[in-house]
């Protein structure tokens, strides 16, 4: 980054040669030059599953919680709304 600071007119065209860098070091495994990032929530992915099947397991805790929970959300309703 400290290469780059200041200098955002350079970086146009430079920048195939320096995606071209980066590619390579993330195909080889260089990780300190691929700068791969990644959130705190990596540590919660167990395993690589279709998208169909994620959402109709996050529907399905959805109604779950609603079934569960809808009775004290709507006695907590405020009495001055209608």
Known sequence: MQ???GRDAEQRPQAASTRAVYLAAIEEGRTEEAGIFI???IGLIHDIRPAA???EDL???AESLFRER???LLSHRNPTRR
């Open 3 to 5: 290469r780059w600071h």
């Open 39 to 41: 959130g705190e929530a």
């Open 53 to 55: 099947a994620i959402m």
């Open 59 to 61: 529907a399905a805790q």
């Open 70 to 72: 809808a009775p004290s």
